[in-house]
C-alpha cells in the first residue's frame, strides 16, 4: 500500500519562510515523478512545482523564484522549501507522485498525501 505523507506546514508571517516535507512508502520513490500541489478555500486544487527522476523541475509561475522543491532518495522524501510567502500562499498543500510518464502539471498523479495546512498571515 503505498502511503504520502506530509509534514512541516504551519503559520507563518508574511515574508517568512515554511519548509513542507513528504515521506513515500509502499513504491520505489526514485522511480516516481514527485509534485506538489495546493488548494485554497473555494478554490480548485492547483499545481505547484514538480520533480522528475532526472531531478529536473518545474514551477507555477505563481512560486517561481520563491519556492524550490527537492527530492532525497535515500530517505524517501520530497521537500517543497517555500520563501517570501504570501497571504495568498496560504492553503492545503498536497504531495503527489506517480511512476507513470504523465503531465506534471495535471492532475494524473497515482499516489495522494493527505494535506498539510499553511497558512501565512499578513
Known amino acids: 500500500q503505498v502511503q504520502l505523507v506530509e509534514s512541516g506546514g504551519g503559520l507563518v508571517q508574511a515574508g517568512g519562510s515554511l519548509r513542507v516535507s513528504c515521506v513515500a512508502s509502499?513504491?520505489?520513490?526514485?522511480?516516481?515523478?514527485m509534485g506538489w500541489f495546493r488548494q485554497a478555500p473555494e478554490k480548485e486544487r492547483e499545481f505547484v512545482a514538480a520533480?522528475?527522476?532526472?531531478?529536473?523541475?518545474d514551477y507555477a509561475d505563481s512560486v517561481k523564484g520563491r519556492f524550490t522543491i527537492s527530492r532525497d532518495n535515500a530517505k524517501n522524501t520530497v521537500y517543497l522549501q517555500m520563501n517570501s510567502l504570501k497571504p495568498e500562499d496560504t492553503a492545503v498543500y498536497y504531495c503527489?507522485?506517480?511512476?507513470?510518464?504523465?503531465?506534471?502539471?495535471?492532475?494524473?498523479?497515482?499516489?495522494w498525501g493527505q494535506g498539510s495546512q499553511v497558512t501565512v498571515s499578513s
Open positions: 520533480i522528475k527522476l532526472s531531478g529536473g523541475t
Open positions: 509502499g513504491v520505489t520513490f526514485s522511480r516516481c515523478t
Open positions: 503527489a507522485g506517480s511512476a507513470r510518464v504523465i503531465n506534471t502539471r495535471g492532475p494524473n498523479y497515482d499516489y
